[in-house]
């Protein structure tokens, strides 16, 4: 069967893998139809040092398909049934797993398509507890943005910064995967929505998602600008995912109080704090790192109930690269989906 494979650094082909064998007892086997590129991806796709892997490698932490065959004992699924799946390999029996905390999981064995084979292939097999039904109106590209795209915004937004509805929070990379699904769950409960984005263009579509507030951070210090739109009050909550370069802006735009929640890293993993500030202003800081099975189903019932996920653009497996290609070069507003 096809696969994209990961041979070293920046060496990513279509090639030959053998297909799984048929499902063993508690396990369902799944068709890939979607693939949603992540920057996880492209971190993959450079080879990154402290990915310790075995090359080659099938890539892809997120993706959609519909069942193929089912296992002895499996119950929730039948053939033909869409699904989505958990990106990580995990033990299902720990405290963590057993309280619904999958990536607090204390046995993980890695993460799909990172430190382990991916789902960038034309059949994989998978235990039934790591499979999640798709529901009806939701299509394979939309499902394929539910764990990385979706589940990872829920489990920031309301798991850990605990958003209310009505409250005030800055979300950084509008035209992100993760910010335009930030944007839209955040507007959905009525806050008031502040964003940065990189170009004019994307602050007009940002608006257009719902954004109440954009900074171009090209033209103008996003800090200063969110700190004078709220009165030097600041927001409740920021939504954080570029790192370094944005890091300690971010904790100036808190208010006296406030929530900051990270998931990523992307323009560096070191940064200097002022720790006086962090306690006299009594700020709380969340490191979230991908979801809890439940939050994809929270995500796919979102998008069954119209809110539908931005997706940029869909390529076929074939020119795959060139969805590479813009989710580095920055030129995406939404998820780029590659389609099999």
Not at 231 to 250: I, L, M, P, Q, Y
Request: contains cysteine; hydrophobic residues 40%.
């Amino acid at each position: 069967m096809r696969s994209l494979q990961l041979f070293g650094d920046r060496d990513i082909r279509i090639t030959e893998m053998d297909a799984p064998p048929p499902p063993a007892a508690g396990e369902v086997q799944v068709r890939i139809k979607a693939l949603g590129l992540n920057y996880l991806d492209v971190w993959g796709f450079r080879g990154m040092a402290f990915a310790k892997r075995k090359m080659p490698q099938a890539v892809g932490v997120e993706a959609a398909g519909e069942i193929a065959a089912v296992g002895e004992g499996v119950s929730r699924f039948k053939v033909g049934d869409p699904v989505t799946m958990y990106g990580a390999e995990t033990c299902g029996h720990c405290s963590a797993c057993r309280k619904g905390w999958d990536n607090l999981c204390e046995n993980v064995a890695g993460i799909m398509g990172f430190h382990i084979d991916g789902f960038a292939r034309e059949l994989i097999n998978r235990p039934e507890r790591l499979v999640i039904p798709v529901p009806k109106g939701v299509s394979f590209e939309q499902a394929a943005c539910a764990p990385i795209g979706f589940g990872t915004v829920q489990h920031m937004l309301f798991d850990n910064a605990k958003l209310e509805p009505g409250e005030s929070i800055l979300v950084h990379a509008g035209g992100s995967g993760i910010g335009t699904a930030a944007i839209k769950m955040a507007k959905a409960i009525g806050c008031t929505v502040y964003t940065t984005v990189g170009d004019d263009e994307k602050g007009e579509k940002a608006k257009a998602l719902g954004a109440d507030y954009v900074v171009n951070y090209r033209k103008e210090r996003f800090e200063g600008e969110v700190r004078m739109l709220t009165k030097r009050k600041g927001v409740d909550v920021v939504f954080e995912h570029v790192g370094a370069e944005t890091w300690n802006g971010s904790l100036l735009c808190l208010k006296r109080g406030g929530r900051l929640v990270t998931c990523g890293s992307t323009s560096g993993v070191s940064t200097t704090m002022n720790l006086m500030q962090l306690f006299q202003q009594q700020y709380r800081i969340f490191g979230s790192f991908g979801c809890r099975i439940e939050n994809i189903a929270q995500s796919l019932e979102k998008m069954s109930q119209g809110m539908s996920p931005v997706i940029d653009s869909v390529f076929p497996l074939d020119d795959f690269q060139k969805g590479l290609e813009r989710l580095e070069g920055r030129k995406v507003f939404g998820k780029v989906i590659v389609t099999f």
